[in-house]
Structure formats: C-alpha cells, structure tokens
C-alpha cells in the first residue's frame, strides 16, 4: 500500500528555516513526481515544489530563491528546504505523488494521486 508521511513542521521566527521531509513506503521516490503543497487557514490549497522521477524541478513563484526539494532514494524520502520563512508561508504542508506524470513536472492538484496527512508550519515572532 502505498503511504506518504510527512514531518519536520513546527514554530519558527520570521526569517527561519525548517526542512520538511515526506517518507514513502509500498514504492520508491524515485519512480514517481512527488510533490509539496500547502493549505493557509481560509485558503485553497496550492502548489509549492515538485521533483520527478528524472529529478527535474519545478517551484511556485512565491518559494523560488527561498525553497529547495530535493530526494534521497536511499532514505526514500523526498526533502521541501524552507529558508527565510516569511509569516505568508504558514499553512499545513502536504506531499503527494504523482503515479502517472505528464511529460513537464505540474504542480496541478488534480494530477497527483497520493497523499500525506500534513505537518503544520507556523511562521511568527
């Protein structure tokens, strides 16, 4: 069965960083797109980063210069690198995976097909 596991959220400072990290189990990381999303109170929820399965990237605009993904295959656990956090970027984080990519990494919701439960990010003094 396959199952995403996510962790690494907490509190920290305007400024901070965080690495999230999304453990797979029932396949591995590197066989499909998986991708982060976040959901702020009173949002939708929205695209953040995607790495697939050849390691191409593909971030939103409002993380670029700022979030980092990245994957290890031995750990089977794909990494979201958050630096210089800003208030705006508190939300519940999702990873999600993408069995059936199309041939350019998305980050459209629709496409990805497992996901985690979420781990909590809170940016505040």
């Known amino acids: 069965q396959l199952q995403l596991v996510e962790s690494g959220g907490g509190l920290v400072q305007p400024g901070g960083s965080l690495r999230l990290s999304c453990a797979a189990s029932g396949f591995t990381v590197d066989r499909y797109d998986i991708g982060w999303f976040r959901q702020a109170p009173g949002k939708e929820l929205e695209g953040v980063s995607c790495i697939s399965s050849n390691d191409g990237t593909y971030y939103a605009d409002f993380v670029k210069g700022r979030f980092t993904i990245s994957r290890d295959n031995a750990k089977n656990t794909v990494y979201l690198q958050m630096n210089s956090l800003k208030p705006e970027d508190t939300a519940v984080y999702y990873c999600?995976?993408?069995?059936?990519?199309?041939?350019?990494?998305?980050?459209?919701?629709?496409?990805?097909?497992?996901w985690g439960q979420g781990t909590q990010v809170t940016v505040s003094s």
């Open positions: 999600a995976a993408d069995r059936f990519p199309p041939a350019v990494p998305t980050l459209q919701i629709s496409e990805y097909d497992y």
